[in-house]
């Protein structure tokens, strides 16, 4: 198995509707439903996360290619369930989707790039996006927040405890961490 393949993640911490498998390869014959994300990508096939979708009830399987972000094997890649049971988080060498299952027409691209982590929060029903600036809750009905800018190139999360989320942000002016604390209930950040 490649390096690639084994650097995909798969994380369903939320109930979810549908199911969904990474591809290692685009099929051969694709499924009557295909649908490309952005929509204007181009060169989309090179090195795309290729996933099969089955959404939940009658609905027909579909084949999602996510464009590559970023060829960094250090970039996330993989799945993860969110808070809203139809819709399906992909992430591509650091670019982030997030996909309703049941009209797949209908996406948002999340706008950091690229994403470093992902992470289920789901004792407070959100999934944390975490930037290399900032971070974005997103929630049952969608973004629930994203904070402000918390560093000028980097964050490190050191511990969710509770409603609050602390870490480090790097400050290029001071060349030295800023501990911060991100209410997350709110997405509020304030200087630890």
Known sequence: MDSELRTRTVTLAFPHSWEAEILPKRPLIKPLRCYTYPREAEEVERGALEVMVKPAGKALKFLA???LGFADPAAVTGLWSCPGVDDLCAVAGGYAYVVNTLDPKEFTHIEFRPVFEVRPLVELNLLLVIGSQALLAWGPDGEAWQTPRLS??????????????????WDLVTNREIPFTVDLRTGLAAEA
């Open 65 to 67: 290619t996510f464009a």
């Open 152 to 169: 000028s190139e980097g964050l490190r999360i050191a511990e969710v405890r509770g409603n609050e989320l602390h870490g480090f942000g």
